[in-house]
């Protein structure tokens, strides 16, 4: 959102990361992976990990919006 403010929205690129599964990679890897699309299942995922004995990588998937209300701020300010 801000580098989208302070550069234009057509010089941003490469600041999203698309639906790559991380958790499958670390798989892959031999280590623990888990994929979390609702809070409550973080727990369960960071206590499934922390138990593994491995290296682990839980992929959070988040919601980009609504913007913070300090964001908007720093927006604002950048534009004016």
Wanted: glycine letters at 10%; aromatic letters at 6%.
């Amino acid at each position: 959102h801000l580098q989208e403010a302070m550069s234009g929205a057509d010089r941003v690129f490469g600041t999203r990361l698309g639906e790559a599964r991380y958790d499958e990679v670390a798989k892959g890897f031999g280590c623990f992976g888990a994929h979390v699309t609702d809070f409550d299942d973080l727990r369960p995922a960071v206590e499934a990990a922390l138990s593994s004995g491995r290296p682990a990588c839980i992929d959070v998937r988040v919601d980009i919006g609504p913007i913070p209300p300090e964001t908007l701020l720093l927006m604002r300010a950048t534009l004016n």
